[in-house]
């Protein structure tokens, strides 16, 4: 068998409960290794073992905290949110590809990939760290608020160039493998002298299906055309990115690397990233990383002292407060068309904050893990229609509440007469102007707010 991770020394933290699961989890890794190398009984084996696999995760990610906790050790927040991004987003855009392709031998090859690979470099710098034998890789990240600005502006970018509709799943990528990769670094100097050095991954396979079908490609291998065309596509996102952070203020590059994985994994370990994002974009994966610490000058306030404590305290809460105050209603937009999600999300993400879903079972996942204010749900959609997602919706009593309203084609009095005891919000018509539907979606908030 060729793909065994193997236990070693190093990977203990001497901590007995953390270093007994780490070794289960190396285990159930392997045999889910070895069940994808076989034919017939490998999907039923798969699922079995990846709901194990992350049933002990799951309890690994709370004993650690706990531990955490009891040891009053100082990075637990930063330590916690990663484990959070893997349960929220991670496993669940893993999962979601899995049922997407019937657990292809690709897929399942993708899921123990990234999870390998997540799992030696979390226990090689983030568990270690709990020991005080390192520091915690993620200390440097910039602000949740700034992150979040990038990646939606990735998000957009990527719709913009590619016609993909992404979505993040780690906002702290670790420089895990995922399937054949091209690692292409650049480098940007400033007015001040300072320096951004850039990488861009791109899976093998999204470089083939965006790029390569752009050349007219027949091939489903790369080649020198392909590779340089790739490279001045990246060299363009990069400059779409400046253009939508004149902050940056990057002048033209100075340098520029194609990397194999081993040199892109000692650049990214020799210095901990500002910016660390991965995306799944239905056609192969990306991450965008930038190693800028000057950035963090910005971005970190004031240390907290014993002389300063009490005002530093007060300032965050203020602050805290108001950045409640600014933000965005969240929507919800459900609708199995690409062309009404995106014409929506452009309609109203100048005043609130978008999410879309593709399906109903999408929409289910997303609510449960980021509940909007909102949910635009159509009502017409295979496999799962609006009024069964509604019904799902409605027989969870945390979420009986919910404002849901129909984006639909159709209101005969039939359809609208089968949803009314499920206490829709109301009905929206796709045929309605643009401008009518913003209107009825800002006079409801104002409603909502008086």
Excluded at 106 to 121: E, N, S
Excluded at 164 to 188: N, P, Q
Aim: proline share 3%; with cysteine.
């Amino acid at each position: 068998m060729e793909n065994q991770l193997v236990w070693k020394d190093e990977f203990s933290i001497g901590v007995d409960i953390i270093d007994k699961e780490h070794k289960r989890l190396f285990k159930i890794i392997n045999k889910l290794f070895s069940f994808s190398e076989e034919d017939k009984k490998s999907q039923w084996a798969c699922q079995e073992g990846i709901k194990f696999f992350k049933d002990h995760a799951m309890k690994h990610f709370a004993d650690e905290e706990e531990y955490m906790a009891s040891i009053d050790y100082k990075d637990i927040l930063v330590h916690k949110h990663i484990h959070a991004g893997f349960r929220n987003n991670t496993l669940p855009a893993l999962e979601e590809e899995l049922e997407r392709s019937d657990y292809s031998p690709d897929a399942v090859a993708h899921f123990l990939g990234v999870c390998a690979g997540w799992l030696i470099g979390h226990t090689l710098t983030e568990d270690r760290a709990i020991k005080g034998e390192d520091s915690s890789k993620w200390g440097s990240l910039l602000p949740s608020d700034e992150l979040n600005a990038m990646q939606k502006t990735i998000v957009q970018l990527i719709y913009d160039m590619f016609q993909l509709e992404s979505s993040m799943i780690s906002d702290a990528y670790g420089g895990e493998k995922f399937g054949k990769g091209v690692y292409y670094r650049l480098v940007y100097g400033t007015k001040q002298d300072e320096k951004w050095e850039i990488i861009l991954v791109f899976e093998e396979m999204l470089l083939i299906n965006t790029v390569g079908k752009v050349l007219g490609l027949q091939t489903n291998k790369l080649d020198s055309m392909l590779i340089n065309a790739a490279r001045y596509t990246a060299q363009q996102f990069v400059g779409r990115i400046r253009e939508h952070l004149p902050d940056a203020d990057l002048q033209e590059m100075q340098e520029e690397n194609l990397l194999t994985y081993e040199q892109f994994r000692k650049v990214f370990e020799r210095h901990n990233p500002q910016v660390s994002l991965l995306f799944d974009t239905g056609a192969g994966y990306f991450a965008f990383c930038v190693i800028a610490p000057h950035l963090l000058q910005n971005g970190v306030g004031t240390a907290i002292s014993m002389d300063n404590a009490i005002s530093e305290i007060e300032e965050y809460l203020t602050q805290r407060e108001a950045s409640k105050a600014e933000e965005q209603p969240k929507i919800l937009i459900v609708d199995d068309s690409m062309t009404i999600r995106q014409g929506m999300k452009q309609l109203l993400e100048e005043d609130y904050e978008i999410a879309v879903a593709t399906s109903g079972v999408a929409a289910i996942r997303s609510i449960t893990l980021d509940r909007p204010d909102l949910v635009l749900l159509d009502y017409e959609m295979p496999v799962c229609d609006g009024k069964q997602v509604l019904e799902m919706i409605r027989s969870d009593d945390s979420l009986a509440e919910l404002p849901v309203f129909f984006l639909t084609g159709r209101v005969d009095p039939e359809s609208v007469k089968k949803v009314i005891p499920l206490k829709p919000e109301g009905y929206l018509s796709k045929y309605l102007k643009p401008e009518d539907i913003k209107s009825n979606i800002d006079k409801f908030f104002e409603r909502r707010q008086a």
